[in-house]
């Protein structure tokens, strides 16, 4: 498997009724202590702990992100196919992810409305002045959308997680895609490693994108 | 490959639900209307803490989300027998035969890691009648790229349904490679890997009608019996 | 169509933003992309509930055999075409009651892309194989074990991927009435019929006395247990093959239906 480094949670990001009906039953402080050193239950502990739960200003904040992904990969795509003498199937590739992508960053704009971040500069260097650059790049932003919505899943509100669903296939297919051209194995894992915010933000500065 | 066709073009070379139900209808066991296998997920016993091994961590889930969890497995289960017997019928070849070794692999892991968690509680496995889908090569990459669409919208109508982030962090996290096997079946089969940019969510409701109407899903054979033997002796 | 789609998609895209709405209101946060601040206050997702392991291929295949039942009654012919001689005709039930269990050899596409599929026959001369409409037949089922029965050395040994897992002694046909030799396979599995003579479990297979053709039944050899331990190993029975009485069921634990029985 090839791997990303995953941040595993510490939050257990139950809901406050389930949480604390689970506590009730734990039982003796020393069973409880047994228990918090374990992974899996070590977020049961930071029940107070209400940073990070869904809302709708953090729904904005995470879309503000994805945005900046959704920009980047209409860049990429745009500026490719300008400069990267890509043709056939690649070609085919990147015109179709170019619409999608473009869909992406129309929807969200929409979404977050006159809060929309605006469209930060790039410098893909050599990403795209080959083929095969390209391509290498197309795979490691792809990968990086799906992980990125794939880590923010649980930050999400229940109706904007449904809405992020709708994209984040689209680019694990753009994935897959762009693999399969070139004969790769197009789905080499059995389940997909998510990225926190900070690891899609560092992943996106050095794939080319400058904030502003 | 010549590229690929238009969004619109791709309907009339696969017809999603018609390629489904392409396979011969037959009289089999009735499917219940609660579900894919009518089965009846009783209450889950009390919640257990104190024991330490994922499978255990199971059992401290929601009722809700071990039924979704059941249901992944019913879809998985699917997934899992049609590309293993596929592999093993020797009709598939070139790139289809390699990528059917990787995703068959793949879900079997899904199948093993679903029933790990959900220990007892996990449904068995159907016996499945894919009645010479997987036997030929192209009947079978036009039902993988239906099962992997299928599973995509299926895992997508649940996400938002899921109680536990746990639990949802593992479905995203197997809703994307679905993806990624969607798109590489439609690779296959000579068909664009991803049409819209917005894929859609299925209800379990549709989701169960579509996996009926292919009739995949039979009573297991019963082999015994007690009959008096006639045999030479 | 094209005008159906292009509204679904359409609809799609829509819905997302009507999603999106839903989930956001308004917020005055938050303009451009998150400082790193920002970005320490998203939680990282949870440690997922499913511990999805290393994928493995498919091993131990020259070990899979294959089986199925016939699901209609059908005709098997010598070739995969429907106009090639017909060899025999199956019914669905074989005569113990139980579905008729065939074993899968390979399959072909015939002429018109129908789909035809080579079994081992239950009729005489034993050995016979024939073509069958994949349609006739039900679901595949699997299985690893083999059971070879070697007459010369009156011995069962059962084979789970390769590695010998029971033996036991055996008797066998007479030379009037001899077990035969060849590829059959185990499809079904009789208990509780209350007869001493076969003992607690008898196995019916697919080989056929090629002596006895008038016995009730057809003339089936089978596996069973037996009233006269002492007998065993011999050669001693009608063609059927005898196991003791506790051999036999410890067999029973470990040989599913559909193992494919290799007499020599």
């Given at each position: 498997m090839r791997l990303r480094s995953p941040e595993v949670g510490l939050g257990e990001h139950d809901s406050p009724g389930e949480a604390s009906s689970r506590r009730a039953v734990l039982g003796t402080a020393a069973l409880a202590g047994l228990v918090a050193g374990l992974p899996f239950f070590r977020g049961l502990f930071r029940?107070?702990?209400?940073?990070?739960?869904?809302?709708?200003?953090?729904?904005?904040?995470?879309?503000?992100?994805?945005?900046?992904?959704?920009?980047?990969?209409?860049?990429?795509?745009?500026?490719?196919?300008?400069?990267?003498?890509?043709?056939?199937?690649?070609?085919?590739?990147?015109?179709?992810?170019?619409?999608?992508?473009?869909?992406?960053?129309?929807?969200?704009?929409?979404?977050?409305?006159?809060?929309?971040?605006?469209?930060?500069?790039?410098?893909?260097?050599s990403r795209i002045k080959s083929a095969e650059a390209f391509r290498q790049a197309a795979i490691d932003l792809e990968d990086t959308a799906v992980a990125g919505y794939n880590g923010q899943a649980t930050n999400l509100t229940k109706a904007t997680l449904g809405a992020a669903a709708t994209i984040v296939s689209v680019e694990a297919r753009h994935a897959a895609w762009v693999r399969a051209i070139a004969g790769e194995v197009a789905a080499p894992d059995a389940v997909d490693t998510p990225m926190t915010a900070e690891q899609v933000a560092r992943s996106l500065r050095e794939l080319g994108m400058r904030t502003q | 490959?010549?590229?690929?066709?238009?969004?619109?073009?791709?309907?009339?070379?696969?017809?999603?639900?018609?390629?489904?139900?392409?396979?011969?209808?037959?009289?089999?066991?009735?499917?219940?209307?609660?579900?894919?296998?009518?089965?009846?997920?009783?209450?889950?016993?009390?919640?257990?803490?104190?024991?330490?091994?994922?499978?255990?961590?199971?059992?401290?889930?929601?009722?809700?989300?071990?039924?979704?969890?059941?249901?992944?497995?019913?879809?998985?289960?699917?997934?899992?027998?049609?590309?293993?017997?596929?592999?093993?019928?020797?009709?598939?070849?070139?790139?289809?035969?390699?990528?059917?070794?990787?995703?068959?692999?793949?879900?079997?892991?899904?199948?093993?890691?679903?029933?790990?968690?959900?220990?007892?509680?996990?449904?068995?496995?159907?016996?499945?009648?894919?009645?010479?889908?997987?036997?030929?090569?192209?009947?079978?990459?036009?039902?993988?790229?239906?099962?992997?669409?299928?599973?995509?919208?299926?895992?997508?109508?649940q996400a938002p349904k899921v109680r536990s982030n746990a639990v949802l962090a593992a479905a995203v996290g197997i809703h994307s490679v679905e993806a990624r096997h969607a798109a590489w079946m439609r690779e296959l089969f000579g068909i664009t890997p991803a049409v819209n940019a917005f894929d859609r969510p299925a209800s379990r409701a549709k989701i169960n009608r579509i996996v009926a109407s292919t009739h995949f899903i039979v009573s297991r054979p019963r082999m015994k019996a007690r009959n008096k033997p006639h045999f030479t002796g | 169509m094209r005008h159906g789609t292009r509204l679904a998609a359409a609809i799609t895209a829509a819905t997302f933003v009507g999603l999106l709405l839903a989930g956001l209101g308004v917020s005055h946060r938050e303009k451009s992309i998150a400082t790193a601040t920002g970005f320490a206050a998203l939680p990282p997702a949870p440690a997922p509930v499913l511990k999805v392991g290393r994928p493995k291929m498919l091993s131990g295949e020259r070990y899979v055999s294959r089986w199925t039942v016939v699901r209609r009654p059908t005709a098997a012919h010598a070739a995969?075409?429907?106009?090639?001689?017909?060899?025999?005709?199956?019914?669905?039930?074989?005569?113990?009651?139980?579905?008729?269990?065939?074993?899968?050899?390979?399959?072909?596409?015939?002429?018109?892309?129908?789909?035809?599929?080579?079994?081992?026959?239950?009729?005489?001369?034993?050995?016979?194989?024939?073509?069958?409409?994949?349609?006739?037949?039900?679901?595949?089922?699997?299985?690893?074990t083999h059971l070879v029965v070697d007459r010369r050395r009156l011995q069962a040994t059962l084979y789970q991927n390769g590695k010998s897992v029971f033996t036991a002694p055996v008797g066998v046909g007479t030379a009037v009435a001899p077990t035969p030799a060849g590829d059959f396979t185990i499809r079904s599995k009789l208990t509780r019929y209350a007869s001493p003579f076969y003992g607690p479990v008898a196995f019916g297979t697919t080989a056929r006395s090629a002596v006895l053709t008038d016995w009730p039944d057809g003339g089936f050899i089978g596996l069973h247990g037996t009233n006269q331990p002492g007998l065993i190993p011999g050669r001693i029975s009608h063609g059927c093959i005898r196991m003791r009485n506790e051999d036999i069921v410890r067999l029973s634990r470990l040989m599913p239906v559909g193992t494919p029985l290799a007499i020599r």
């Amino acid at each position: 498997m090839r791997l990303r480094s995953p941040e595993v949670g510490l939050g257990e990001h139950d809901s406050p009724g389930e949480a604390s009906s689970r506590r009730a039953v734990l039982g003796t402080a020393a069973l409880a202590g047994l228990v918090a050193g374990l992974p899996f239950f070590r977020g049961l502990f930071r029940l107070g702990d209400a940073l990070g739960s869904p809302s709708k200003a953090q729904d904005a904040k995470i879309l503000q992100l994805v945005l900046q992904l959704e920009y980047t990969q209409v860049a990429l795509y745009e500026q490719a196919l300008d400069q990267a003498g890509l043709d056939g199937e690649l070609r085919a590739f990147a015109e179709a992810a170019l619409a999608h992508e473009r869909e992406h960053v129309a929807a969200i704009r929409k979404a977050l409305g006159a809060n929309a971040g605006s469209k930060p500069t790039f410098d893909f260097g050599s990403r795209i002045k080959s083929a095969e650059a390209f391509r290498q790049a197309a795979i490691d932003l792809e990968d990086t959308a799906v992980a990125g919505y794939n880590g923010q899943a649980t930050n999400l509100t229940k109706a904007t997680l449904g809405a992020a669903a709708t994209i984040v296939s689209v680019e694990a297919r753009h994935a897959a895609w762009v693999r399969a051209i070139a004969g790769e194995v197009a789905a080499p894992d059995a389940v997909d490693t998510p990225m926190t915010a900070e690891q899609v933000a560092r992943s996106l500065r050095e794939l080319g994108m400058r904030t502003q | 490959m010549n590229g690929f066709p238009h969004f619109d073009q791709f309907l009339t070379a696969v017809d999603r639900d018609a390629a489904l139900a392409e396979t011969s209808s037959r009289a089999e066991a009735a499917l219940s209307r609660r579900g894919l296998l009518g089965i009846t997920l009783g209450a889950v016993g009390a919640i257990v803490f104190g024991k330490t091994s994922v499978a255990e961590a199971g059992a401290g889930l929601p009722a809700s989300d071990v039924d979704i969890l059941n249901y992944a497995l019913v879809l998985e289960y699917l997934q899992a027998s049609f590309y293993t017997e596929a592999e093993r019928s020797g009709a598939l070849s070139g790139a289809t035969a390699q990528a059917v070794k990787v995703v068959g692999a793949t879900e079997r892991a899904h199948v093993k890691a679903f029933r790990e968690l959900l220990g007892s509680r996990a449904v068995a496995r159907p016996t499945f009648d894919f009645q010479g889908v997987t036997e030929q090569q192209r009947p079978f990459l036009r039902t993988a790229v239906a099962f992997e669409d299928l599973a995509v919208e299926a895992y997508k109508g649940q996400a938002p349904k899921v109680r536990s982030n746990a639990v949802l962090a593992a479905a995203v996290g197997i809703h994307s490679v679905e993806a990624r096997h969607a798109a590489w079946m439609r690779e296959l089969f000579g068909i664009t890997p991803a049409v819209n940019a917005f894929d859609r969510p299925a209800s379990r409701a549709k989701i169960n009608r579509i996996v009926a109407s292919t009739h995949f899903i039979v009573s297991r054979p019963r082999m015994k019996a007690r009959n008096k033997p006639h045999f030479t002796g | 169509m094209r005008h159906g789609t292009r509204l679904a998609a359409a609809i799609t895209a829509a819905t997302f933003v009507g999603l999106l709405l839903a989930g956001l209101g308004v917020s005055h946060r938050e303009k451009s992309i998150a400082t790193a601040t920002g970005f320490a206050a998203l939680p990282p997702a949870p440690a997922p509930v499913l511990k999805v392991g290393r994928p493995k291929m498919l091993s131990g295949e020259r070990y899979v055999s294959r089986w199925t039942v016939v699901r209609r009654p059908t005709a098997a012919h010598a070739a995969p075409s429907a106009s090639s001689v017909v060899v025999a005709r199956l019914g669905v039930s074989a005569p113990e009651g139980t579905p008729n269990l065939l074993a899968v050899l390979r399959a072909r596409t015939g002429a018109g892309g129908a789909l035809w599929v080579m079994v081992r026959l239950p009729v005489l001369p034993n050995g016979t194989v024939g073509w069958v409409s994949r349609r006739s037949l039900g679901s595949y089922q699997v299985v690893k074990t083999h059971l070879v029965v070697d007459r010369r050395r009156l011995q069962a040994t059962l084979y789970q991927n390769g590695k010998s897992v029971f033996t036991a002694p055996v008797g066998v046909g007479t030379a009037v009435a001899p077990t035969p030799a060849g590829d059959f396979t185990i499809r079904s599995k009789l208990t509780r019929y209350a007869s001493p003579f076969y003992g607690p479990v008898a196995f019916g297979t697919t080989a056929r006395s090629a002596v006895l053709t008038d016995w009730p039944d057809g003339g089936f050899i089978g596996l069973h247990g037996t009233n006269q331990p002492g007998l065993i190993p011999g050669r001693i029975s009608h063609g059927c093959i005898r196991m003791r009485n506790e051999d036999i069921v410890r067999l029973s634990r470990l040989m599913p239906v559909g193992t494919p029985l290799a007499i020599r």
